[in-house]
């Protein structure tokens, strides 16, 4: 984006991206937003839980809009590997930690590894679309 940052610009580019980069920014926010939150020391994980839950429901919210997004965008038509990388893998993320803080009463340790499972995927699929929208 800064490699054209001085470029006309028309509607069809600022719909573009808020379907293509915007997600990136709040993919990555999300992680960050999330590891912060896991190393606050609370008395219990039930905490933790609700805030990634939210975290989870938000974001399987968001990605519908993203979806939504790309398919009103006209600036570009998205392939395959766009809807893989920025619909559906980023849904599926995100409803894993929905699905993870749901569990937490009585799986915490999988819930755990559910969360930085979903954790770790956001971050891949950010730097995928990060590199993406470079080249």
């Known amino acids: 984006m800064a490699l054209i940052a001085n470029m006309p610009r028309g509607p069809s580019a600022a719909q573009a991206g808020n379907a293509f ?10 992680v960050l937003l999330l590891s912060a939150a896991l190393s606050v020391p609370w008395h219990g994980i039930g ?12 974001g399987v919210a968001y990605t519908i ?3 939504r997004r790309m398919r009103a965008q006209t600036a570009y038509q ?3 590997e766009d809807w893989l990388f920025h619909a559906l893998l ?8 929905a699905i993870a803080a749901y569990g937490t009463r009585s799986h915490a340790r ?6 930085g499972t979903a954790a770790l995927l ?3 699929f950010g730097i995928h679309n990060a590199w993406d929208a470079v080249t």
């Open 21 to 30: 980069a915007t997600p990136t920014v709040v993919h990555f926010g999300t």
């Open 47 to 58: 905490g933790a839980a609700v805030l990634w839950g939210l975290l989870g429901v938000s």
């Open 65 to 67: 809009i993203v979806a």
């Open 78 to 80: 998205p392939e395959f």
């Open 90 to 97: 980023p849904f599926a993320a995100y409803a894993m930690l």
């Open 110 to 115: 999988v819930a755990l590894f559910g969360v």
């Open 122 to 124: 956001l971050i891949f």
